[in-house]
């Protein structure tokens, strides 16, 4: 089955790339290297022997991407690409709104119109806003804190409509919860183009030297020690959800949504001591103020995607920190 990989030079496109090319797929990446580096995909097919072909095109360039729809036989499509960082959104709504919507509008149309209407959608925990319980099931009210969470609500809105408007289409949304780690082999992993936002790479920085301080954002929460507890996923077990969810849905059509988490939650605290115990370095952090916007708690209740995909993960908290080392300490100014 030839796919089409949207954002599949990035952190979790490049590693779901990886499992499925090793499973046998055919592979087209569109990808607009805003957010990632081609380096990824050279390595990718370096890595399991096998080749696929990129476009370097902009979901927004509707003409372009219908030349790749024109020429490719697409069967399938996993659409990842999308801007991602909350504070970001928050200072650049526009941008967020238009490249996010705009982007998945242009891509539903076009795979309407070459007929095709298989789609996986990455969605993310952070629809949820604060729950009022933890933890956290597919069923619980959305709730969106900023303007990168409410593109994601928007978009899956946009596609239960779609659905609901032709049956034909077959959608899944997977909702992620805090994707870290990186491919046991050390060759892939995260490299945003930018500063990281987030707690594992901003720790992995400090460890290797690239960053000297690490601010723990809050330790006055409800939580056994203060800080923020989050379901970290290790990026390979995400990637196999994907290949769990694309057997389910063609072999059984329909709308769905999945959470992709653990079920457990570590508090930041416990994050860094597990990575400073993994790389035998001393993770030097601050207690500064809560971040705004930020959440007590989260964790996923990922049983439905366990019982209907059989899927599970297979990663611990220390496993992530290794391969999350490995890919810092092997590529200390990452895809360069
Ligand atoms: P990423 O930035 O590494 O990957 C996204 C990719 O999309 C990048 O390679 C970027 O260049 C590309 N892209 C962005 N806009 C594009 C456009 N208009 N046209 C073509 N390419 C475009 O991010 P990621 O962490 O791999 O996230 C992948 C998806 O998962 C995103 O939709 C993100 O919102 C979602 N998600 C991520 C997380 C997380 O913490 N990493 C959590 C939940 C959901
Ligand atoms: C984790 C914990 C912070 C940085 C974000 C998005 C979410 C999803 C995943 C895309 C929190 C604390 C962090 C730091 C810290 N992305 N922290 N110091 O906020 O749970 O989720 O990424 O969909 O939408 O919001 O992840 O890694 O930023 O934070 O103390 O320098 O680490 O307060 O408790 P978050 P994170």
Redesign the pocket.
Known sequence: MKLLI??G?????SHTTLELLNAGYEIVV???????KEESLRRIQQLTGKSLVFYN????DRKNLDTVFARESIESVIH?????AVGESVKMPLDYYY?NIT?TLNLCSIMSNYDIRTLIF?????VYGDPHTVPIKEDFPLNPTNP?GRT?FMIEEILKDLYNSDNRWNIALLR?F??VGAHGSGRIG?D?NSTPN?LMPLIAQVAVGRGSILTVYGNDYPTPDGTGIRDYIHVVDLATGHLKTLNKIVKDPGFYIYNLGTGRGFSVLEVISAFEEISGKKIKYTIGERRSGDIAICYADPARANRELSWKTYFGINDMCVDMWRWQSLNPNGYE
Not at 9 to 13: D, L, T, V
Not at 57 to 60: I, Q
Not at 80 to 84: D, Q, V
């Open positions: 949207t954002g030079a990035g952190y979790i496109g569109v990808d607009n290297l805003c957010n990632s095109v902009d979901l927004l990842f690409a999308g801007l991602k490249n982007g990455s969605s993310s925990a952070t990168y994601k992620y805090n994707p995260e945003p987030n």
